[in-house]
């Protein structure tokens, strides 16, 4: 398969709009059946060997674990309960009310009842629509699908990689149903004095100094697939700081700074996947020593923060270099 292969937005618009309204039913059955985490660790997918998974789940009862999993290999939504029991349906043909109804008697069929508190997309521009209504979100291509699959499981290992310099607070590596965007985010131990007037999602979500980088497939306000990296809150001077690659840069966004690097100006070059670590690291380098991180404490380079092992291997890199 080839390295970051081409997703446009608008050979698949469509059906990411479907696709994302999707995500966001389950996603809302995985928020009212899992115990909340800080940040909303709890909430978001994980990635599988053929798609994305709710991880296990259990009932307001404690009475059932289930899981949810999309498979966009061969476009299905599988329902699995740990006694064994199964129930799948495609995923193609689905429009969005039509989902929603097969997915709760899916979730029925094997003996599990949740309640969604508020059944309707979340920061859509259909959010007052029920999904229970939505018969306009239908359309959905398998190839794009597939297509995003694969990309989301490439920048997956991308942050993977990235996460493992780090060796303090990081959340782990997952794919948001509400932005759908997949990110790993390092955090200070500084809290942040918020407003109460600021919404109670990102007042969770951002309760500390953080340092996040991910991915998104575009939409219509940015419109390309798009690597990016910001601080929150963001230290003065950050977007005075050069970015590496030489493609990359800083936009304003809601009232701060963005660093974004197009996914078509790497995916071309020599060293993809360097080229996004290196653009993640100018980033978090800039941020981290204004905002007046341990950067050197909290590294782990390679992974690695058992001393011994540094200093073995680093005395075989030398060792390496000399021959």
């Known amino acids: 398969m080839e390295l970051f292969p081409p997703i446009p937005l608008s050979r698949w618009q469509d059906?990411?709009?479907t696709l994302?309204?999707?995500a966001q039913v389950v996603g809302k059955i995985r928020?009212?059946?899992s115990v909340r985490r800080n940040h909303w660790w709890n909430v978001p997918y994980h990635l599988t060997g053929r798609g994305i998974t709710t991880r296990p789940m259990t009932t307001a009862d404690g009475s059932e674990i289930f899981t949810i999993d999309f498979d966009f290999v061969d476009h299905r939504l599988t329902v699995c309960s740990s006694d064994g029991r199964r129930v799948s349906f495609p995923l193609a043909?689905?429009?969005v009310a039509s989902f929603y109804r097969r997915t709760l008697d899916a979730l029925g069929a094997i003996g599990v009842a949740v309640t969604i508190p508020h059944p309707h997309p979340f920061d859509?521009?259909?959010a007052g629509r029920p999904f229970a209504?939505?018969?306009e979100h239908a359309d959905y291509d398998p190839f794009w699908v597939n297509r995003y699959w694969q990309v989301l499981s490439q920048v997956n290992l991308v942050l993977e990689e990235f996460a493992a310099r780090f060796c303090g607070k990081v959340s782990p590596v997952h794919h948001f149903w509400h932005t759908f965007d997949i990110a790993v985010t390092r955090f200070s131990d500084r809290e942040v004095d918020q407003s109460s007037a600021v919404d109670p999602v990102t007042r969770e979500a951002y309760s500390r100094e953080v340092i996040s980088s991910g991915f998104w497939f575009g939409d219509e306000a940015f419109p390309r697939p798009t690597f990016y990296s910001y601080a929150a809150p963001e230290p003065d001077g950050l977007a005075d700081h050069p970015l590496?690659?030489?493609a990359a840069r800083w936009v304003e966004r809601q009232?701060?700074?963005l660093a974004v690097l197009d996914y078509d100006d790497v995916r071309g070059g020599e060293d993809p996947r360097g080229a996004v670590l290196d653009f993640y690291e100018s980033v978090y380098q800039a941020a981290a020593h204004l905002a007046g991180w341990d950067v050197d404490r909290e590294a782990s380079p390679g992974g690695v923060t058992d001393p011994v092992a540094a200093k073995a291997a680093g005395a075989a890199g030398a060792a390496g270099a000399a021959g």
């Open 244 to 246: 590496r690659p030489a």
């Open 133 to 135: 209504d939505d018969t």
């Open 255 to 257: 009232g701060s700074h």
């Open 124 to 126: 859509l521009p259909d």
């Open 31 to 33: 928020l009212a059946s």
């Open 93 to 95: 043909g689905q429009c």
């Open 15 to 17: 059906s990411k709009a």
């Open 20 to 22: 994302h309204r999707f």
